[in-house]
């Protein structure tokens, strides 16, 4: 069984510019997250997807991140303008809807310079 | 959301020796999940508790759950260096939840 896909695994920006970051989640598993991990800190929650909707969105700063699951499967994380305090590695995880166990991508490790 | 605390946030040992990191919740927890993320890596699901007084054993790692459901400890017999990593506890409240993570207790081992 193939993996949560993530790419690109390396981007480095200048602040004030834009990004964008894929994840496709394991094969039939309804529900996706994107989770923002700070060097020395653990995951933090930015979106919850169950299918094509949103779940939880509370953590996510709407002013410059979006995120989209339009058909249900794969999903894009854009941050628009990215700010220093962006840097980070962002995570995307996927689940089925029996059981609690979340898989994790490799993540995308960002600079924002 | 529930928070948990994990202590220590740094432990280094000697190969060999045993390693017990513990969370603690001030609310009763559902469930509690633990992760490792090795250095560079991504978080890797290790175990999930769910009953009250619960032990698991995986190998050398032991995980308990407390009887009152407000803490969980993870236990390392005989450190190797590839027990090297970050490990988090988690809580969710059900399936299909966010996790939330703490800080993690980082282990660092020396051969």
């Known amino acids: 069984e193939a993996g949560v896909a993530q790419s690109p695994r390396y981007k480095i920006i200048e602040k004030r510019q834009s990004v964008a970051f894929w994840c496709n989640p394991i094969s039939g598993h309804a529900t996706l997250y994107w989770y923002q991990q700070i060097l020395g800190q653990g995951p933090k929650l930015l979106i919850q997807f169950q299918n094509n909707g949103v779940v939880d969105d509370s953590q996510l700063p709407k002013d410059r991140f979006s995120a989209e699951r339009l058909k249900g499967v794969d999903s894009t994380l854009k941050i628009q303008p990215a700010k220093l305090e962006d840097s980070a590695v962002y995570l995307c995880?996927?689940?089925?809807?029996?059981?609690?166990?979340?898989?994790f991508g490799p993540g995308t490790r960002l600079t924002v310079l | 959301g529930q928070q948990v605390m994990q202590i220590p946030q740094y432990q280094h040992v000697q190969e060999g020796e045993d390693f017990t990191t513990y969370c603690n919740s001030s609310t009763t927890l559902s469930n509690i999940q633990w992760y490792k993320q090795r250095p560079g890596g991504h978080p890797v699901f290790l175990i999930q508790l769910v009953k009250s007084g619960e032990v698991k054993k995986q190998k050398r790692l032991t995980f308990q759950f407390g009887e009152a459901k407000k803490n969980s400890s993870l236990h390392i017999t005989a450190t190797q260096t590839t027990d090297v990593g970050t490990y988090f506890c988690a809580p969710s409240n059900q399936a299909g939840t966010a996790l939330i993570f703490g800080k993690g207790t980082t282990l660092s081992v020396s051969s």
């Open positions: 995880a996927s689940s089925n809807l029996r059981e609690d166990t979340q898989y």
